[in-house]
């Protein structure tokens, strides 16, 4: 179906808006997400929106026509509307000319193949939705499988997130768990728990990776708790120079991330 | 000199207030940076706060009264607020107890010294402070010089980049240069010049770094323009096993930059 809308009061824009927040993305079990190129990622990845929002002020592109053709294939909306609509639902000063949106996807950790990866990211209590992007992202680049959320963490399917991650929330299979349902998964197969750790820790350069290997990050202030580093099989460190003792989180995941690619593929 | 300030419309914390914002940063030439660790970082790297603004609600520390003395002995002023002011000057919901105004740094090229460090962050129209940010940090870990800004950067005084800096903002040698003044200053000595490539790139791990070795990372969206790229010494890629082509700049700089250190340290 297609609709042309003009009026910031619209019941729709106003839905849209309200995926900004938590608590009404998990109500509507949706989330957003912009530009041409990161919905033609997610369409390749075989993820269509159930809704395309485009601004009337779009420059035309073929890309932008395979996907009004997806969406209204798949039976969704196409709607037009101002740039200054487009800007408010996205937050953003400078909107794309595009977005859409997408149906939350499941995130239970028992679907998750960890023999589809050799590499696995795990963040735990990450508050940060621009970390969580990023991860997503390096995740992506090093052809991760995926990332597991332990604990308490910032929403993957928020639009910061989403933003940071380049595309890569498509790419990579996302989970959530509490830890006491995270490590009872894992230890049901194969894996490798490697934690970034200051304590009783080897060089990461070097160390003794095996694949599937997880990859353990903790909250940005408080890192890891202790029991938790505890239950890793591998504690690696990585060296500090300076004055600093820790990393920014997603920069600590993405060093030790390539340091394991490298030495799985020796 | 020691000041209660009770009000919101106070001029002191107007003014501070606008020290959030870039044009009233560098109309003072100052800017604001907050938490106990990162201000005594600060002491101890030799930079003492023009101005300390302390929470009324704090507790008593002994780092504090040191920060308090060493103030007050340079002269500066010391005042006490509200915890809801503290909020409004920082723009933080839940501030710290502390924060403190410095007189910002000379960030001439030509004050670099090159010999000081073997690596050395250069970015290039970097856009985001939080990038910026954590590039300081990493640049801390890695025992980098400092960074050095190429053309229209983020502003490294920013609340945001100061913030992400995690105190590496007073640690780490700042510089800002057009690519005209750069190139110049870095071909009167020595040092290698190295990009985060894609085209005519070598494999990142083991390729031929010496010290001091400059780490060049280009625009978030747009990456480095080709004639940078061309006038660097040495262009390294890393893997990209993905969908995407690039990785965070931030990420990007701190991958290579441990790299750097591994093999300069071999």
Redesign the interface.
Known sequence: MRREITGFSNPTVKALRALREKKHRKAARQFLAEGLRLLT?AL??GHVPQMLVMSSARDPHPLLDTLEAAVLAAGGEVIETTPDILSKITGKDNPQAVAGVFAEFDTAIERLDRHAAPIWLVAQALRDP?NLG?ML???????AGGLILIDDCADPFSVEAVR?S???VF?QAIAQASWDEFLPWLRSGPGQLVAASLRDAVPY?GAPYTAPCFLLVGNESRGLPGEYEAACDLRVT???????D???A??AA??LA?EV??SLEA
Chains 1, 2 share one sequence.
């Open positions: 990622d390749e990845c621009g990023t992202r390096t995740g992506d680049a090093v052809g940071a380049m595309g890569a790419t350069r990585m060296p500090m120079r300076g004055r600093a820790s990393l920014n997603a920069v993405a060093v390539y690619l490298a």
